[in-house]
T-cell receptor
Protein backbone atom coordinates (compact mmCIF):
# COMPACT_ATOMS: atom_id res chain seq x y z
CA UNK A 1 0.00 0.00 0.00
CA UNK A 2 1.13 3.52 -0.74
CA UNK A 3 0.65 6.53 1.46
CA UNK A 4 2.10 9.95 2.01
CA UNK A 5 1.92 12.20 5.05
CA UNK A 6 2.34 15.92 5.37
CA UNK A 7 2.43 16.46 9.13
CA UNK A 8 1.93 20.23 9.03
CA UNK A 9 -1.33 21.76 7.85
CA UNK A 10 0.19 25.24 7.97
CA UNK A 11 3.71 26.64 7.76
CA UNK A 12 4.47 30.30 8.32
CA UNK A 13 7.82 31.81 7.43
CA UNK A 14 9.15 35.34 7.13
CA UNK A 15 10.12 36.61 3.71
CA UNK A 16 13.79 36.00 3.02
CA UNK A 17 14.05 33.13 5.51
CA UNK A 18 14.57 29.52 4.45
CA UNK A 19 11.48 27.36 4.26
CA UNK A 20 10.85 23.65 4.70
CA UNK A 21 7.66 21.75 3.99
CA UNK A 22 7.75 18.20 5.31
CA UNK A 23 6.69 14.96 3.66
CA UNK A 24 7.06 11.32 4.58
CA UNK A 25 5.97 8.37 2.49
CA UNK A 26 5.31 4.66 2.53
CA UNK A 27 5.54 2.34 -0.48
CA UNK A 28 6.33 -1.31 -0.93
CA UNK A 29 8.68 -0.78 -3.86
CA UNK A 30 10.94 2.05 -4.93
CA UNK A 31 9.27 5.42 -4.46
CA UNK A 32 8.65 7.93 -7.20
CA UNK A 33 8.16 11.23 -5.36
CA UNK A 34 6.69 14.51 -6.53
CA UNK A 35 5.95 17.99 -5.22
CA UNK A 36 3.16 20.19 -6.55
CA UNK A 37 1.96 23.70 -5.76
CA UNK A 38 -1.61 24.95 -5.99
CA UNK A 39 -2.76 28.56 -6.12
CA UNK A 40 -6.38 29.46 -5.27
CA UNK A 41 -8.97 28.00 -7.63
CA UNK A 42 -6.33 26.56 -9.91
CA UNK A 43 -4.99 23.16 -10.78
CA UNK A 44 -1.80 21.75 -9.35
CA UNK A 45 1.52 22.76 -10.88
CA UNK A 46 4.43 20.33 -10.93
CA UNK A 47 7.53 21.56 -9.05
CA UNK A 48 10.00 18.68 -8.98
CA UNK A 49 10.39 14.93 -8.74
CA UNK A 50 12.70 12.23 -7.48
CA UNK A 51 12.94 8.98 -9.39
CA UNK A 52 16.53 7.88 -8.92
CA UNK A 53 20.01 9.35 -8.68
CA UNK A 54 21.10 12.30 -6.55
CA UNK A 55 19.16 12.65 -3.34
CA UNK A 56 18.93 16.43 -3.77
CA UNK A 57 16.70 17.42 -6.65
CA UNK A 58 16.15 20.93 -7.93
CA UNK A 59 12.95 22.18 -9.44
CA UNK A 60 11.01 25.22 -10.52
CA UNK A 61 11.03 28.63 -8.83
CA UNK A 62 14.16 27.88 -6.77
CA UNK A 63 12.65 24.97 -4.89
CA UNK A 64 14.56 21.81 -4.07
CA UNK A 65 13.85 18.62 -2.18
CA UNK A 66 15.95 16.04 -0.44
CA UNK A 67 15.20 12.35 -0.66
CA UNK A 68 16.11 10.46 2.51
CA UNK A 69 15.58 6.74 2.15
CA UNK A 70 16.31 5.82 5.76
CA UNK A 71 13.80 8.36 7.07
CA UNK A 72 11.38 7.80 4.16
CA UNK A 73 11.16 11.55 3.74
CA UNK A 74 11.11 13.99 0.86
CA UNK A 75 11.07 17.49 2.36
CA UNK A 76 10.63 20.53 0.14
CA UNK A 77 13.02 23.42 0.72
CA UNK A 78 13.86 26.88 -0.51
CA UNK A 79 16.78 28.98 0.75
CA UNK A 80 14.93 32.30 0.71
CA UNK A 81 11.14 32.52 0.76
CA UNK A 82 9.16 35.01 -1.31
CA UNK A 83 5.69 36.33 -0.56
CA UNK A 84 4.63 34.91 -3.91
CA UNK A 85 5.52 31.41 -2.64
CA UNK A 86 2.42 31.52 -0.44
CA UNK A 87 0.24 28.66 -1.68
CA UNK A 88 -0.87 25.10 -0.96
CA UNK A 89 1.84 22.47 -1.42
CA UNK A 90 1.25 18.79 -2.07
CA UNK A 91 3.61 15.87 -1.82
CA UNK A 92 2.77 12.78 -3.86
CA UNK A 93 4.14 9.27 -4.20
CA UNK A 94 3.82 6.48 -6.70
CA UNK A 95 5.06 2.96 -6.16
CA UNK A 96 7.82 2.43 -8.70
CA UNK A 97 6.56 -1.06 -9.45
CA UNK A 98 4.46 0.38 -12.27
CA UNK A 99 1.40 1.56 -10.40
CA UNK A 100 -0.71 4.13 -12.23
CA UNK A 101 -2.08 5.81 -9.16
CA UNK A 102 -0.39 8.84 -7.68
CA UNK A 103 -1.18 9.24 -3.98
CA UNK A 104 -1.30 12.76 -2.63
CA UNK A 105 -0.78 14.10 0.85
CA UNK A 106 -3.38 16.35 2.44
CA UNK A 107 -1.41 19.46 1.62
CA UNK A 108 0.47 22.12 3.58
CA UNK A 109 -0.51 25.75 3.37
CA UNK A 110 2.57 27.93 3.22
CA UNK A 111 2.26 31.56 4.20
CA UNK A 112 5.23 33.85 3.67
CA UNK A 113 4.97 36.92 5.85
CA UNK A 114 6.33 40.18 4.42
CA UNK B 1 3.96 22.03 -26.18
CA UNK B 2 1.27 20.10 -24.40
CA UNK B 3 -1.83 21.74 -23.01
CA UNK B 4 -4.83 20.49 -21.10
CA UNK B 5 -8.24 22.09 -21.29
CA UNK B 6 -10.98 21.51 -18.77
CA UNK B 7 -14.45 23.02 -18.81
CA UNK B 8 -16.56 24.53 -17.50
CA UNK B 9 -14.62 26.40 -14.83
CA UNK B 10 -17.62 26.64 -12.53
CA UNK B 11 -20.95 24.86 -12.50
CA UNK B 12 -24.00 25.03 -10.28
CA UNK B 13 -26.42 22.14 -10.68
CA UNK B 14 -29.52 21.03 -8.77
CA UNK B 15 -29.67 17.69 -7.02
CA UNK B 16 -30.83 14.95 -9.37
CA UNK B 17 -29.62 16.65 -12.53
CA UNK B 18 -27.07 15.06 -14.90
CA UNK B 19 -23.43 16.07 -15.14
CA UNK B 20 -20.88 16.15 -17.91
CA UNK B 21 -17.40 17.56 -17.44
CA UNK B 22 -14.99 17.45 -20.32
CA UNK B 23 -11.23 17.40 -20.53
CA UNK B 24 -9.04 17.42 -23.62
CA UNK B 25 -5.29 17.25 -24.05
CA UNK B 26 -3.33 18.71 -26.95
CA UNK B 27 0.20 18.17 -28.14
CA UNK B 28 0.68 14.57 -27.05
CA UNK B 29 -0.53 11.11 -27.98
CA UNK B 30 -1.55 8.08 -25.92
CA UNK B 31 -1.55 9.89 -22.59
CA UNK B 32 -2.69 8.45 -19.31
CA UNK B 33 -5.72 10.46 -18.18
CA UNK B 34 -7.03 11.04 -14.68
CA UNK B 35 -9.98 12.55 -12.84
CA UNK B 36 -9.40 13.71 -9.26
CA UNK B 37 -11.74 15.35 -6.80
CA UNK B 38 -10.49 17.82 -4.23
CA UNK B 39 -12.72 18.41 -1.23
CA UNK B 40 -12.50 21.45 1.04
CA UNK B 41 -9.40 22.75 -0.74
CA UNK B 42 -7.25 19.94 0.53
CA UNK B 43 -6.63 16.32 -0.24
CA UNK B 44 -7.02 14.87 -3.70
CA UNK B 45 -8.96 11.69 -4.30
CA UNK B 46 -8.39 9.74 -7.49
CA UNK B 47 -11.74 8.94 -9.08
CA UNK B 48 -10.82 7.39 -12.45
CA UNK B 49 -7.84 6.83 -14.64
CA UNK B 50 -7.46 5.64 -18.20
CA UNK B 51 -4.52 4.17 -20.09
CA UNK B 52 -6.30 4.07 -23.45
CA UNK B 53 -9.52 4.58 -25.39
CA UNK B 54 -12.38 2.80 -23.68
CA UNK B 55 -10.15 1.66 -20.81
CA UNK B 56 -11.36 3.11 -17.52
CA UNK B 57 -10.33 2.14 -14.02
CA UNK B 58 -12.46 3.27 -11.11
CA UNK B 59 -10.79 3.82 -7.79
CA UNK B 60 -13.81 4.63 -5.68
CA UNK B 61 -17.37 3.29 -6.12
CA UNK B 62 -19.69 6.26 -6.38
CA UNK B 63 -22.30 8.16 -8.26
CA UNK B 64 -19.93 9.11 -11.08
CA UNK B 65 -18.67 7.48 -14.26
CA UNK B 66 -15.98 8.28 -16.78
CA UNK B 67 -15.51 7.69 -20.47
CA UNK B 68 -12.69 8.11 -22.97
CA UNK B 69 -14.25 8.24 -26.42
CA UNK B 70 -11.09 9.56 -28.07
CA UNK B 71 -7.40 9.29 -27.29
CA UNK B 72 -7.14 12.77 -25.79
CA UNK B 73 -10.64 13.25 -24.45
CA UNK B 74 -11.80 12.30 -20.98
CA UNK B 75 -15.35 12.86 -19.74
CA UNK B 76 -16.73 12.70 -16.21
CA UNK B 77 -20.45 12.07 -15.94
CA UNK B 78 -23.29 11.47 -13.58
CA UNK B 79 -26.91 10.59 -14.28
CA UNK B 80 -28.19 12.13 -11.04
CA UNK B 81 -26.11 14.44 -8.91
CA UNK B 82 -26.04 14.23 -5.13
CA UNK B 83 -25.23 17.02 -2.71
CA UNK B 84 -22.08 15.13 -1.79
CA UNK B 85 -20.83 15.43 -5.37
CA UNK B 86 -19.97 19.07 -4.77
CA UNK B 87 -16.26 19.75 -5.00
CA UNK B 88 -13.36 20.79 -7.16
CA UNK B 89 -12.77 18.36 -10.03
CA UNK B 90 -9.37 18.14 -11.63
CA UNK B 91 -8.39 16.44 -14.85
CA UNK B 92 -4.76 15.46 -15.42
CA UNK B 93 -2.61 13.71 -17.98
CA UNK B 94 0.78 12.03 -17.93
CA UNK B 95 3.09 10.39 -20.39
CA UNK B 96 2.51 6.67 -20.56
CA UNK B 97 5.66 5.28 -19.06
CA UNK B 98 6.73 3.29 -16.01
CA UNK B 99 5.48 5.93 -13.62
CA UNK B 100 8.30 8.44 -13.48
CA UNK B 101 6.51 11.17 -15.37
CA UNK B 102 4.59 13.81 -13.44
CA UNK B 103 0.90 14.51 -13.83
CA UNK B 104 -0.10 17.75 -15.51
CA UNK B 105 -3.34 19.25 -14.28
CA UNK B 106 -6.05 21.34 -15.82
CA UNK B 107 -7.42 24.38 -14.01
CA UNK B 108 -10.31 22.46 -12.53
CA UNK B 109 -14.09 22.71 -12.38
CA UNK B 110 -15.80 23.99 -9.25
CA UNK B 111 -19.07 22.05 -8.97
CA UNK B 112 -21.76 23.13 -6.54
CA UNK B 113 -24.78 20.89 -6.20
CA UNK B 114 -27.75 22.71 -4.69
Amino acid sequence: AQSVAQPEDQVNVAEGNPLTVKCTYSVSGNPYLFWYVQYPNRGLQFLLKYITGDNLVKGSYGFEAEFNKSQTSFHLKKPSALVSDSALYFCAVRDGAGANNLFFGTGTRLTVIP
Amino acid sequence: SQTIHQWPATLVQPVGSPLSLECTVEGTSNPNLYWYRQAAGRGLQLLFYSVGIGQISSEVPQNLSASRPQDRQFILSSKKLLLSDSGFYLCAWSVRDRGGSPLHFGNGTRLTVT
